[in-house]
């Protein structure tokens, strides 16, 4: 079992940037892939970045490629979404979200989530 817990979100101008940090509980973080979810008004959740287990692969979506970083410190049982250059498009709820099993890019691998923190963008 992990529990996330996310921060970091808030209001910025277009052009800025936010990192948010997702806090998992327990030593089981350290074997479990990890993503970035995010969900707009209207829209379906899309996954936005994955991780593996231990830092070595990488996923972004096309959506976020060149502006989005995610990195990880298994010591410190946290997750990171560095977010540059951000758009009024990239408002939306951003969830973390850990798996035991599967490829970082596949959604619905991802069976441990947070509750979520607002990310909203101005033009």
């Known amino acids: 079992q992990v529990q996330l817990v996310e921060s970091g979100g808030g209001l910025v101008q277009a052009g800025g940037s936010l990192r948010l940090s997702c806090a998992a509980s327990?030593?089981?973080?350290?074997?479990?892939?990890m993503g970035w979810f995010r969900q707009a008004p209207g829209k379906e959740r899309e996954l936005v970045a994955g991780?593996?287990?231990?830092?070595?692969?990488?996923y972004y979506a096309d959506s976020v490629k060149g502006r989005f970083t995610i990195s990880r410190d298994n010591a410190k049982n946290t997750g990171y979404l560095q977010m540059n250059s951000l758009e009024p498009e990239d408002t939306a709820v951003y969830y973390c979200?850990?798996?035991?099993?599967?490829?970082?890019?596949?959604?619905?691998?991802?069976?441990?989530w947070g509750q979520g923190t607002q990310v909203t963008v101005s033009s």
């Open positions: 991780i593996s287990w231990s830092g070595g692969s990488t």
């Open positions: 327990g030593r089981a973080f350290s074997s479990h892939n």
């Open positions: 979200a850990a798996s035991k099993y599967g490829g970082i890019s596949i959604e619905r691998r991802y069976e441990y």
